[in-house]
């Protein structure tokens, strides 16, 4: 199957500083990129939807200044967390969907950030 | 508001039965369903998607049944072994023409035991 490779797999930040992860699909293209959060125990929550040459489209909730997302190309989107906090960390996950139509949506390994 | 839900947080089967796993959805709208396998600590991995014109959809050693008329979708795993221990959640597309745009339920841990 394609894959879908996250970066850093987890760091430790101070709070007041700012993280970038980085969602890189390696084998395939992908227009469109997902973001989404995890707290221990808990589910996957859509935080964004990441779009190739475009805005990124954020859920409600989700504070779009707070967690900045950049796809500059085909393979690669950023997920920046600005300020970071110590209610930041959590797991956060990248998916990406190939192009064409493709429905099934390839998950990286996540990224586990905490915030000290 | 709408939602995909699991009814059991937690499941115990020894090896070698089989596991059935329950979720259930609440958007009458939704047209297409994917179970996911997490094991601890990594993304979410892939195991069997659905759509709504069907019932059912088999692959190697599970089965995903869709039960429209009661919004409810369940994932049976034949046979289950040690390395299928993980926590188990079914998404639901919410993006209409945007896929991959998932909405997940709370999630299923299964536990094998040899």
């Known amino acids: 199957g394609a894959v879908v490779s996250q970066h850093p797999s987890w760091v430790i930040c101070k709070s007041g500083t700012s993280v970038k992860i980085e969602c890189r699909s390696l084998?395939?293209?992908?227009?469109?990129m997902f973001w989404y959060r995890q707290f221990p125990k808990k589910s996957l929550m859509l935080m964004a939807t990441s779009n190739e040459g475009s805005k990124a489209t954020y859920e409600q909730g989700v504070e779009k200044d707070k967690f900045l997302i950049n796809h500059a190309s085909l393979t690669l989107s950023t997920l920046t967390v600005t300020s970071a906090h110590p209610e930041d960390s959590s797991f956060y996950i990248c998916?990406?969907?190939?192009?064409?139509?493709?429905?099934?949506?390839?998950f990286g390994q996540g990224t586990r950030l905490t915030v000290v | 508001g709408e939602s995909v839900g699991l009814h059991l947080p937690t499941l115990s089967v020894q090896e070698g039965d089989n596991s059935i796993i329950n979720c259930a959805y609440s958007n009458s709208a939704s047209d297409y369903f994917i179970w996911y396998k997490q094991e601890s600590g990594k993304g979410p991995q892939f195991i069997i998607d659905i759509r709504s014109n069907m019932d059912k959809r088999q692959g190697q050693r599970v089965t995903v049944l869709l039960n429209k008329t009661v919004k409810h979708l369940s994932l049976q795993i034949a046979a289950t072994q040690p390395g299928d221990s993980a926590v188990y959640f079914c998404a639901e597309n919410m993006g209409g023409s945007t896929l991959g745009r998932l909405y997940f339920g709370r999630g299923t841990q299964l536990t094998v035991w040899p």
């Open positions: 084998d395939f293209q992908a227009t469109t």
């Open positions: 998916s990406a969907r190939i192009v064409a139509g493709n429905t099934e949506a390839f």
